[in-house]
């Protein structure tokens, strides 16, 4: 695909702003709020400094994240269609359809954190500090294993896409 089509594309019913398809004007979004949420995880994962300085940021930038990936899914599946059956798109699209799942996960963690130690954390330290340690070590695996996970997949959603677009156009 060259840049000829890109009228053709605009032209086409997909989900449009002020005519150019939403769904590479909505992916940068989620390209940069994902990761400045992951951060912001892990960071109040491991420094209560952070934490209490972020508050309900965090859980906010994840609920932000987990309305704009479905959205960014649907504008680049009506996108898709318009284009036609690339491989190179179609890999893409397989990619981008696994982050629903991520996203929601991130969220979940994201509020489960600011929930414990917003109102759980001192309470249950004060009647079982051992429950309260596994509660904290369980939250810090889930905010790794989820924050990674979910930037991994990021970009190799992000490397497929401009494989995509600019696969055949620079090599």
């Known amino acids: ?53 972020l508050g309900i940021v965090t859980p906010l930038g994840a609920l932000v994240v987990l309305v704009l990936v479905p959205i960014t899914v649907l504008a680049g599946q009506t996108l ?8 190179a798109v179609e890999r893409h699209q ?3 359809e696994m982050l629903l799942p991520w ?11 600011w929930a414990w ?15 309260a340690r596994a509660v ?4 810090a695996a889930a905010s790794v294993v989820i924050g990674v996970g979910t930037v991994v997949l990021l970009v190799l ?6 494989r995509a677009v600019w696969g055949g156009t620079l090599g």
């Open 1 to 53: 695909m060259d840049a000829s089509h890109i009228v053709e594309i605009a032209a086409e019913d997909v989900l449009q702003v002020a005519g150019l398809p939403l769904h590479p004007l909505i992916v940068h979004a989620v390209v940069v709020l994902t990761p400045l949420t992951v951060l912001a995880l892990l960071l109040g994962t491991f420094w209560p400094a952070a934490r209490r300085r």
């Open 103 to 113: 996203a929601i996960a991130l969220f979940v963690v994201a509020a489960a954190q």
């Open 80 to 87: 898709a269609e318009v284009i036609g059956p690339i491989p």
């Open 117 to 131: 130690f917003r109102f759980g954390d001192a309470r249950m330290r004060e009647g079982s500090p051992t429950a």
């Open 94 to 96: 397989e990619l981008g």
């Open 157 to 162: 959603i992000g490397d497929s896409g401009s």
């Open 136 to 139: 904290v070590i369980g939250l």
